[in-house]
Antibody, heavy 116, light 111 residues
Framework: EVQLVESGGGLVQPGGSLRLSCAAS????????MHWVRQATGKGLEWVSA???????YYPGSVQGRFTISRENAKNSLYLQMNSLRPGDTAVYYC??????????WGQGALVTVYS | QSELTQPPSVSGAPGQRVTISCTGS?????????VHWYQQLPGTAPKLLIY???NRPSGVPGRFSGSKSGTSASLAITGLQGEDEADYFC???????????FGGGTKLTVL
């Protein structure tokens, strides 16, 4: 059974940093692209970052230069380093497995709150 | 700003058929990128409902179906049930933005 479990969410002040982790199991992690997708309370889904099987990262303009995605295949783990956080980054962050341009499995999410 | 547009809400009575539209552009659906649909039940993570326009993952009831034409796509739900009350999101890839993108979501209410 595919499982994705996020951790590392919490409260942080504007300008601060936070690192999210996602532990994957039930599939060959190294064979899949992985993504982070976020959702502010009551709002829609927003793609935040992706990493290919070769470790190549991709970001939208809203987080480019502030967020860094990485993976550690030996540990079946995905990470998201978030720097220079803003109140607008407050959201639930989901780890998701990529499959042919879709997201076929999702974690339960980790809440990140940026407050002043 | 997403280039996928969905109606904010739709509703239907139990047993009825409803459709949710997803209007895209020449940079996403019109460029040939597949459309995928997700169901998000209240308080839970999204779940893949339809992939590559009209394919159902294992376990998704046949009441759910998808279609695509030109720069638009649609999700149809037949035999509406109370448990279908949820938010539905379409998703594709935008080659102009070099980004995966989602529609704004549609809240389905079962009357």
């Amino acid at each position: 059974e595919v499982q994705l479990v996020e951790s590392g969410g919490g409260l942080v002040q504007p300008g601060g940093s936070l690192r999210l982790s996602c532990a994957a199991s039930g599939f060959t992690f190294s064979n899949y692209d992985m993504h982070w997708v976020r959702q502010a309370t009551g709002k829609g889904l927003e793609w935040v970052s992706a990493i290919g099987t070769a470790g190549d990262p991709y970001y939208p303009g809203s987080v480019q230069g502030r967020f860094t995605i990485s993976r550690e295949n030996a540990k079946n783990s995905l990470y998201l380093q978030m720097n220079s956080l803003r109140p607008g980054d407050t959201a639930v962050y989901y780890c998701a497995r990529g499959n042919n341009w879709s997201f076929d499995y999702w974690g339960q999410g980790a809440l990140v709150t940026v407050y002043s | 700003q997403s280039e996928l547009t969905q109606p904010p809400s739709v509703s239907g009575a139990p047993g009825q058929r409803v459709t949710i539209s997803c209007t895209g552009s020449s940079s996403n659906i019109g460029a040939g990128y597949d459309v995928h649909w997700y169901q998000q039940l209240p308080g839970t993570a999204p779940k893949l409902l339809i992939y590559a326009s009209n394919n159902r993952p294992s376990g998704v009831p046949g009441r759910f179906s998808g279609s695509k034409s030109g720069t638009s796509a649609s999700l149809a739900i037949t035999g509406l049930q109370g448990e279908d009350e949820a938010d539905y999101f379409c998703q594709s890839y935008n080659s102009g933005l070099s980004a995966w993108e989602f529609g704004g979501g549609t809240k389905l209410t079962v009357l």
